[in-house]
């Protein structure tokens, strides 16, 4: 008897045991899923999520699986049991997709009366917008003499290996410059891409490990936004870098957060959401995510880099999702062929 008393109280322990690790493995923090350059130490992120959890008391949890684009696959591939509460940086040119995928719940926040309805760019509810930029190529005035004027430009024999760019497939801003092509070209943006490749140095997998190998001087021009010389000014007095704004217009970028449909944690959610509309969160981004904020306040002074084109151009979200994957396919081929 004594030694089935023993066996019960072992088993017993054991199965305890698996309880409590299976209970531990569910974040009592809100989990947030944002991409590298976010959370990075010059990004916005050790600047936010601590301003967020003084005010709010609620704890998070941050984690990034790379890019956006990476982001947003974890997020599908997580889609059964999700581990995510809050998804950072799902973008105009991803919204589709992400929506169609089924991993975000709806929110509309009271404090979106605060922001033009042009940036809403998901009518549906689910996204909300918390700051814009425009895709440009940068390059360096003390290399490029003469600067493009326009993605023809990009074609000018005299670029060869002069010009970094990044994966669509993993990189948000190396998809919007693929949708920048297919805006443009239309059916004829393969064409752009056999004709281009010769003058791109090579495509990074993220834009943060791209930008680096164009100040380390790999290469004189770089896909990144029209923001990027302010930063350069800010906490380099330099104004050698420059933003190429284009005669036909540059490609907009919006990006946004949501909730992950799923999530044990709504009301925190909700606040967190509410949270990157606000003055305290939106002043932080000009100097740490270098786009635009979504709410009309008081730029930096290093902003007079910052060129706002007059034109831009903007596929339709629900157009993009629906061809993206085609478009990257036909892509993969020209540019290795």
Request: with cysteine; glycine share 6%; aromatic share 12%.
């Amino acid at each position: 008897m004594k030694n089935f008393i023993i066996a019960f109280l072992i088993v017993f322990l054991l199965m305890f045991s698996v309880s409590c690790s299976k209970k531990s493995s569910v974040s009592e923090n809100l989990v947030i899923y944002a991409y590298d350059s976010f959370i990075s130490e010059w990004g916005p992120g050790p600047i936010v999520f601590p301003l967020f959890e003084e005010k709010t008391g609620i704890k998070t949890e941050i984690v990034s699986p790379g890019d956006s684009g990476q982001v947003l696959s974890r997020l599908i591939l997580e889609a059964e049991k999700p581990e995510a509460d809050i998804v950072i940086g799902i973008d105009n040119n991803m919204a589709q997709k992400a929506i169609s995928a089924g991993i975000l719940e709806k929110y509309t926040s009271d404090a979106l009366s605060n922001i033009d309805d042009n940036l809403i760019f998901d009518k549906s509810g689910h996204i909300t917008p918390y700051d814009y930029g425009f895709f440009a190529i940068i390059y360096d005035s003390e290399k490029i003499s003469v600067p493009p004027s326009s993605l023809d430009d990009l074609l000018d024999r005299s670029y060869s290996k002069s010009i970094i760019l990044m994966d669509p497939r993993t990189s948000g801003p190396g998809l919007g410059f693929l949708l920048w092509t297919v805006k443009a070209y239309g059916d004829d943006f393969t064409e752009y891409w056999k004709k281009l490749s010769p003058n791109i140095l090579t495509i990074s997998e993220g834009w943060d490990s791209g930008y680096g190998l164009f100040v380390n001087g790999e290469a004189p021009m770089v896909l990144s936004y029209t923001t990027s010389p302010a930063y350069h000014l800010e906490y380099e007095n330099s104004e050698i870098y420059k933003a190429a704004v284009f005669e036909n217009g540059n490609y907009m970028h919006i990006e946004g957060a949501a909730i992950v449909k799923g999530s044990k944690k709504r009301e925190e959610a909700e606040k967190f959401i509410d949270f990157i509309l606000s003055e305290d969160f939106q002043k932080e981004l000009p100097l740490t995510n270098w786009m635009f904020p979504v709410r009309d306040i008081p730029l930096p002074d290093s902003y007079r880099a910052a060129l706002k084109p007059e034109k831009y151009l903007l596929l339709d979200s629900r157009t993009a999702a629906e061809n993206i994957d085609s478009w990257i396919k036909e892509w993969l081929t020209a540019v290795r062929d």
